[in-house]
């Protein structure tokens, strides 16, 4: 076989859609159907990077937009290496949340629009599939309170949600929409079909790059 790559899969959506759930349950699916495959998050808090965004987020600092902005990038573009590593050794990754929540949060923010919010990710390792999950604000405001970090609010992930669904009319990005509405296995079950046909069919495919 000339290629043999794992596939860059990522899930999206608003708080409460249970991305990271979803990404646990994909993960054991693709390791019993015997397909090697990990999990990342973004953004990655264990790196020095990932700490002072971290603390960012639980509102300990406070930092510039712009440059908040720029090292959510950075914190992608450090972890770019090993991600390649591991989709030429054939391992599919699953990362939960992706430059897709970098221009989406930003964007929200008054003064700031998608094409510059795009710019920093412009060359990441393009996924395969994005999936969205899709959930209405008041759908997520019925699985209980937001949490206490910066950007857990209703009125500012009304604003996210907007901008998502401007970054999906972008038809170069294999971009699935799942109703996360639905009980968590039949979102399962939907996820994983989506990631099977996709882990099958990218190792034909050279790895793309993102907005570019
Ligand atoms: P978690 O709750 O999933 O840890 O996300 N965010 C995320 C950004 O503003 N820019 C980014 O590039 C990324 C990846 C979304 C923490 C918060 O960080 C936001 C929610
Ligand atoms: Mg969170």
Known sequence: MACTRGALIVLEG????GKTTQCKRLLEALRRSGRPAEMMRFPDRTTAIGQ???AYLEKKSDLEDHTVHLLFSANRWELVPLMRKKLEQGITL???RYAFSGVAFTSAKPGFCLDWCMKADVGLPKPDLVMFLQLSPAEASLRGQF???RYETG????VVQQRFEELRKDSSINWQVIDASQSVEDVHKNITTHSLNTVDTAHNLPLGELWK
Do not use: P
């Not at 608003?14 to 859609?17: H, I, L, R, S, T």
């Not at 009125?155 to 009304?158: D, E, L, T």
């Open 155 to 158: 009125v500012f992930q009304s």
């Open 94 to 96: 699953i990362v939960d």
């Open 52 to 54: 002072l965004i971290s």
């Open 14 to 17: 608003v708080d409460k859609a």
């Open 147 to 149: 949490g206490e970090e």
